[in-house]
């Protein structure tokens, strides 16, 4: 499999016609049956399912047609007519399809029967769910629990991260790591500490009060593109959308709604940034602090002449600690550092600040640029104390608007996926099903890794999700991967984790969020949280892909009840035949948030669960909001060195994280391979290279670790001076496991510090590297 190569500017909105011709490409390649026009109708509907890609909130009034791009290509993808049975499995070694490409594994299909991994044959081979739940059972009983790992990607319902959270806690754990402690576990732990509240403020009802938009490290037109449709109308009512970015993503230039037939019809876009800065990676800190100096000079200098200044003073005295401190220590900020930081001239920085000072009302939105950071908390600080100056928190039309990942990454943090105990109702669940939890820490993401390495870790249990793919660190955790004794994959799809396995292995295909979910009370629903903290119910209605599935919380239930001694008080057969009896479990654990649960999941738009900062009830250590002074301006950790470059990895607008749709990365102008080093002409030259040549990548890092990624084409590309960006997964091999945010422990892949070399004989013009499609089934 091969394709062409091309590599050239974008010039089209984000939405619009492309958006319409790449879902047709991935629709006739999945060979979609008829029928998933009709799912798509109801993709994000009350009555409907919601959608397995993004987070982004769902609206009580939704279009009809209330779906993006992406989010169409999701549904393709688990609607697909292809299969990866017993009889593929029969005719591939593992082995073999360690060499396949990310993109060629997930192609094969829907995963149909589970399997065990047969080490003589080096094959998976089928096996009955019986003995697969007594086999793992019985492994598990053997080893101590808290040398497993249970881990969740942020896809599975509040109720089978429920049975899940509860499974391991009457295990004998809390290593509960989710996907959320490589995204905006950052969020969780700065919000939390300096407002109160670990999760955003604003809901789709802000859009409509809000003058003014921040917005700093998002991808909307990629990674939440139905937001675009909040933003274009917001824009159309006078709201300046203002965008901090080192690369100038699509969705944040113009958008072009493929819904109306008039915008397509006569090519009209909406532009959405009135300004658009490109701060260099991890120099958020620095735009955000001159930002602030200008206001709070600002303010002294009009008070002093008598006339009104522009911070909220009474906010801040009412609602506020550390503004003294915060503001004479910005203040004391020379503008020539802040530049230098932040690679942005005073005059943007005074022009962002201007607007922001006028606005009556400002949401503050924000992704993977500020929390994958070694400095990610800080980050958040900053940007909290920037709006808390003008007391937008709290009060229509402003606040905080973390855009989350996966569709439930927030709430399976809501009901118990988390290994920080304290944030687990444990006296709760142990006067409810009558048993003693495990009070100590247990292991995140970076800790899991660590535990892998040094052999603590003994087992894996993944909810779904690509674990192996998605860390950090790929050359090194791998080959640890296979000392662990027992590995157990819960998935739709085939991917690499399933292929680098443990001593025992087993691989546990499940439904879909979009199929038909039968039990023996009928037909079920699950719920969600979206990335506004509303819940929402999902109805599946399709045909299974295959009848040999079992639903998440089946195989949650089978694991369960084959590890541990019965329990009177944990009906795990009565929750899988009726998951409202899960749902009223789980409001008698959160009697507070989640009150009503199996009523109110209905309610359009979803019910939203109470967000105290939203109501400027401050749960912080003062009572207070606070202001926090950052450490640094810088938040990428380290110092610049000559020769030495930022490396910021990214999704393309063709994948979701480690699931690869295509090869295509249309806003960038990219078609036809992932393997590219995007960096700017000026660099580029100064390092006497040219556009084309191939290079590698090495990582600068003192644990005497080699660390690199070969034969990458060097692009030429709009990225400021210092910084250069590549394709995650791709690029994991380069991020050191050490190398996070300061107190989450989130993998800092937006700035690894990395220096580049031309590949031997690779000078462009002369050979190329094999281009376009990596290996995948010939
Ligand atoms: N189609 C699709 N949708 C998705 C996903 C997907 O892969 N595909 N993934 C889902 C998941 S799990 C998540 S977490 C979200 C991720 O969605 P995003 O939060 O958008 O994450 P990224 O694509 O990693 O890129 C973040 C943006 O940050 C910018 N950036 C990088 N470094 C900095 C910096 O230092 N400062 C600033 N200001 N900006 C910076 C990059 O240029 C990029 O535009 O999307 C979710 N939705
Ligand atoms: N360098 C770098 N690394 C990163 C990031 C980055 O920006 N840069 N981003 C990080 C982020 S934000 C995240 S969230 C992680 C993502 O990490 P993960 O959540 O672990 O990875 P995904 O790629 O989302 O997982 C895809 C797999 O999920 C399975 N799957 C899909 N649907 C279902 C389902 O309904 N049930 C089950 N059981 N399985 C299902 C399929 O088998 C599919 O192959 O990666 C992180 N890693
Ligand atoms: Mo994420």
Not at 627 to 637: D, E, I, M, Y
Request: net charge negative; glycine share 10%; proline share 6%.
């Amino acid at each position: 499999m091969s394709q062409d190569v091309s590599i050239g500017p974008y010039d089209a909105p984000s939405g619009g016609w492309g958006s319409v011709r790449s879902l047709g490409d991935i629709m006739l390649r999945e060979k979609v049956p008829p029928a998933t026009g009709r799912e798509l109708y109801r993709q994000n509907k009350n009555d409907g399912f919601m959608c397995v890609s993004c987070a982004w909130a769902k609206p009580s009034r939704p279009n009809p047609f209330e779906f993006c791009e992406n989010g169409a290509k999701a549904t393709a993808w688990e609607l697909t007519s292809h299969r990866t049975t017993p009889a593929f499995f029969a005719a591939h070694t593992v082995t073999e399809l360690r060499g396949w490409s990310d993109y060629a594994l997930e192609q094969q299909g829907r995963l149909t029967d589970p399997l065990r991994y047969d080490r003589a044959s080096d094959r998976y081979v089928p096996v009955s769910w019986e003995d697969a739940f007594r086999e793992i059972g019985a492994e598990l009983r053997k080893l101590d629990p808290k040398s497993t790992v249970f881990y969740s990607s942020g896809r599975a319902s509040l109720e089978t991260s429920y049975m899940y959270g509860l499974f391991a806690r009457l295990y004998g754990h809390n290593n509960l790591p989710d996907s959320s402690n490589m995204c905006h576990e950052t969020t969780s732990v700065a919000l939390k500490e300096v407002i109160g509240s670990p999760v955003g403020t604003t809901t789709l009802a802000d859009f409509e009060h809000c003058e003014c938009i921040l917005s700093f490290g998002q991808n909307v037109g990629s990674n939440a593109p139905r937001m675009l449709h909040q933003l274009q109308e917001s824009v159309r009512r006078g709201t300046v959308v203002i965008t901090f970015n080192p690369l100038r993503e699509r969705g944040w230039e113009r958008f072009t709604n493929p819904q109306s037939p008039v915008e397509m019809s006569t090519g009209a876009e909406t532009r959405i940034s009135a300004q658009y800065h490109q701060v260099k990676a991890g120099g958020d800190i620095a735009a955000m602090a001159g930002m602030c100096k200008w206001l709070i000079e600002t303010d002294d200098a009009a008070r002093a002449r008598g006339e009104a200044g522009i911070l909220d003073h009474g906010f801040i005295a009412e609602h506020t600690t550390g503004f003294e401190e915060f503001s004479q220590r910005i203040c004391a900020t020379s503008w020539e550092e802040i530049e230098r930081e932040s690679g942005l001239p005073r005059s943007a920085l005074i022009e962002a600040a201007a607007v922001y000072a006028r606005a009556k009302t400002t949401m503050a939105i924000y992704g993977m640029g500020l929390t994958q950071h070694v400095g990610g908390e800080q980050n958040l600080h900053m940007l909290v104390a920037l709006m808390l100056l003008r007391g937008n928190i709290g009060k229509p039309g402003a606040g905080m608007c973390p855009v989350r990942g996966h569709s439930n990454v927030q709430g399976q943090r809501t009901v118990g996926i988390s290994e920080k105990p304290e944030l687990v109702p444990l006296d709760k669940l142990a006067g409810q099903y009558g048993f003693e939890p495990p009070r100590d820490k247990g292991m995140n993401t970076v800790e899991a890794c660590e535990g892998i390495l040094s052999g603590k870790v003994r087992a894996f249990i993944g909810l779904g999700g690509n674990f192996v793919r998605a860390i950090p660190d790929t050359d090194r955790m791998e080959p640890a991967w296979t000392r662990m004794h027992l590995t157990v994959q819960v998935a739709t799809k085939l991917n690499r984790s399933h292929l680098i396995n443990g001593e025992v292995a087993f691989l546990l295909p499940c439904r879909g969020r979009i199929e038909r979910d039968t039990q023996a009370t009928g037909d079920q629903c699950v719920t969600m949280e979206d990335s506004t903290a509303c819940i929402h119910a999902s109805y599946g209605e399709r045909e299974p892909a295959s009848p040999n599935l079992l639903s998440e919380p089946a195989i949650v239930a089978g694991l369960a009840k084959a590890t541990l001694a019965p329990n009177p008080k944990v009906d795990w057969d009565g929750w899988v035949a009726d998951y409202g009896r899960v749902r009223d479990a789980i409001e008698e654990t959160y009697p507070e948030e989640l009150r009503g649960l199996n009523d109110r999941m209905s309610v359009p738009g979803g019910f939203h669960r109470p967000v105290p900062a939203r109501e400027r009830v401050w749960k912080t250590k003062s009572g207070k909001a606070e202001f926090r002074l950052p450490k640094s301006l810088n938040a990428t950790g380290f110092t610049d060195q000559d020769g030495q470059f930022r490396l910021v990895t990214l999704r393309s607008n063709d994948q979701f994280n480690t699931t690869i749709y295509g090869y295509h990365d249309r806003f960038r102008g990219v078609k036809g391979t992932r393997e590219v080093l995007f960096m700017n002409p000026e660099d580029i030259r100064a390092m006497q290279l040219s556009d084309g040549d191939v290079v590698g990548v090495e990582t600068v890092s003192e644990d005497g670790e080699h660390r690199s990624v070969a034969k990458l084409r060097l692009t030429g590309f709009d990225i400021p001076r210092g910084c250069v960006g590549g394709y995650y997964p791709e690029c994991n091999p380069l991020l050191p496991v050490g190398h996070h945010a300061e107190e989450s422990k989130t993998p800092a892949a937006k700035s690894i510090p990395v220096r580049i070399h031309v590949e031997k004989d690779f000078h462009s013009g002369r050979t190329q590297p094999e281009q376009g499609l990596p290996p995948g089934p010939g």
